[in-house]
C-alpha cells in the first residue's frame, strides 16, 4: 500500500513550534491510520421563539422538529435541483428527485 502525505503550503499553529524533524508529518501520518470516529451531527431548528441547534437523532424523535427537519432538507434538496438542473450528468438524480416529489403529500411541486 502506498503511503500518503501531505504538503502543505502554509504551516499549521502546531509546526510553528516543532523543529524541523519531520513531527508534523507524523502527525499526519498518525491522524491517517486512526479510526473513524462517529460524531454527533446537529440541525438548525428556526422555530420562531427559540431559534437553536439540536442534536439530529433528538430532532427527529419529536414530531414538530422532525417536520421542521424534513422541511428544510426538502427545500435545501430543491434548491439544488434547480441549481444544477441542466447538467445532464445529474439527470438520472434530478428523475428520482422529481420521483420522489410525486409520493410526497406535502412536497412542493415548483421547481
Do not use: C
Not at 499553529?13 to 460524531?39: C, N, V, W
Amino acid at each position: 500500500m502506498a503511503v500518503p502525505f501531505a504538503i502543505t503550503t502554509a504551516p499549521s499553529r502546531a509546526s510553528f513550534a516543532e523543529p524541523a524533524t519531520g513531527l508534523r508529518f507524523h502527525q499526519i501520518m498518525d491522524d491517517y491510520y486512526k479510526p473513524a470516529q462517529r460524531m454527533k451531527a446537529y440541525v438548525h431548528i428556526n422555530e420562531p421563539q427559540a431559534p437553536h441547534y439540536r442534536e439530529t437523532a433528538h430532532a427527529m424523535s419529536q414530531k414538530k422538529t422532525r417536520d421542521i427537519v424534513l422541511q428544510r432538507a426538502w427545500s435545501e434538496l430543491q434548491a439544488w435541483r434547480k441549481r444544477y438542473a441542466d447538467l445532464k450528468e445529474f439527470a438520472a438524480l434530478i428523475e428520482v428527485i422529481d420521483d420522489t416529489a410525486k409520493l410526497l403529500p406535502n412536497a412542493s411541486k415548483a421547481h
